[in-house]
């Protein structure tokens, strides 16, 4: 059997000022090579941000006029603008005609009903015109149903 004991594998801490030393000048290369890279992006970047720089303005006004169509536009064509608007409106307004029509329609049937049920003159007007009802002596005449001419059954005929 083998009682041997491994050492770990430890190690040796630095004192705390060379562990500060050795932090600072990693942090210098790092920082060398970050800056190296931002540089190359720098000049990569540096003639299209110019370039941007110098139309701006186009840019600016040519998107601020290009909203102003597109919301036009969306007033004027869109889900409830103006054009589905006033088609509503107009809806709206017959709408409100037939209401009326049919308003004053059902206030005279209900003005006839009422008549009807109480005053005597207008049940009596109503027995004689359609039910011919007369009074004892009266006679009724009854005029024929006008003749319609028979139809001929050829163009010839109509000639």
């Known amino acids: 059997m083998d009682f041997r004991v491994k050492q ?51 840019l600016a006004t040519s998107a601020v006029a290009l909203l102003t169509v597109w919301l036009l536009v969306h007033v004027m064509f869109g889900a409830n603008g103006m054009v589905v608007y006033r088609q509503k409106k107009d809806e709206y307004q017959s709408l409100q005609k037939e209401i009326d029509a049919l308003q004053k329609e059902n206030d005279s049937y209900a003005e006839s009903i009422k008549s009807l049920k109480t005053d005597p003159k207008t049940i009596e007007k109503e027995a004689r015109e359609q039910l011919h009802y007369a009074r004892p002596g009266e006679v009724i005449f009854v005029a024929p149903a006008p003749m319609v001419p ?7 005929a109509r000639k």
């Open 150 to 156: 028979p139809r001929p059954f050829t163009d010839a």
């Open 8 to 58: 770990p594998n430890l190690r040796i801490l630095k004192q705390p000022e060379q562990r500060l030393r050795s932090l600072a000048e990693r942090a210098l290369e790092t920082q060398g090579l970050a800056e190296r890279i931002a540089g190359r992006v720098a000049a990569r970047l540096r003639p299209v941000l110019t370039s941007l720089f110098v139309v701006r303005r186009r």
